[in-house]
């Protein structure tokens, strides 16, 4: 992005903004790139996912279990957490078979739609859940009840199905993972092509859950 296009975001005067791009450029948050004059992220930010991968206990408590989910169900599997309003794929096992997905690790996506989001959007607190509905279908009332209809059964459940609704031919199962005192921490995703499901869905399930459950004992 260029200065004046951030200046426009956060509303703030161009020479103020570049004053705060100077310090980020000075510590390698930011990299100002060679041709364009416009600024990425800098060479830091590997520094701080690799602490992140290092440190965070939520990704070292369900290593082993993810894993463990990808070599018994010969499909892929990712941690999710909300943040912010939308979720972020912190951790992501790939399997040795073929899956085109959006979801990569440090990719943020939506609230709003597939069995990742509505699966931490059914265990979080009430209010917020009711505000990120409300700011994601501003004016769309029917589709509002609808999602809430969902959230509510997927609190029933315990997890989430959803087929196609991110990625076309994509099915994916979702669980949260919660605290003994009921903190929703994130949630695993399990995710395959829809043709390779077939049968195996109820037992792709199973796995999912008590990989989960496994994980949530952990804390």
């Keep these: 992005m260029s200065a004046k296009q951030i200046a426009a975001m956060v509303q703030q005067p161009v020479s103020t903004v570049y004053r705060h791009l100077a310090s980020l450029k000075k510590w390698g948050l930011l990299q100002e790139h060679m041709n364009s004059g416009t600024f990425e992220p800098g060479p830091t930010g590997v520094q701080l996912a690799w602490g992140f991968d290092q440190n965070s206990n939520l990704i070292s408590q369900s290593r082993e279990e993810i894993i463990s989910l990808v070599q018994r169900s010969g499909e ?6 909300p943040i912010n309003g939308q979720m972020v794929c912190i951790a992501m096992e790939e399997s040795d078979q073929p ?9 943020a996506h939506p609230l709003l739609k597939g069995a990742s989001a509505k699966s931490l959007l ?17 004016d769309k009332p029917e589709e509002a009840a609808v999602l809430e209809a969902q959230l509510d059964e997927i609190r029933r459940r315990g997890y989430c199905i959803s087929e196609s609704e991110v990625d076309l031919g994509v099915w994916g199962v979702s669980v949260p993972i919660m605290t003994s005192n009921g903190r929703l921490e ?20 199973r796995m999912t859950v008590e990989a989960a459950q496994r994980i949530c004992n952990r804390f």
């Design 76 to 81: 892929s599997v990712g941690l999710l957490v």
């Design 99 to 107: 899956l085109r997905c959006s979801f990569t690790k440090g990719r």
């Design 122 to 138: 059914a265990f979080m607190p009430r209010k917020l859940q009711q505000k990120l509905v409300a700011d994601q279908l501003v």
């Design 186 to 205: 994130g949630t695993i995703t399990l995710m395959a092509p829809a043709l390779r499901v077939g049968n195996r869905e109820q037992e792709l399930v």
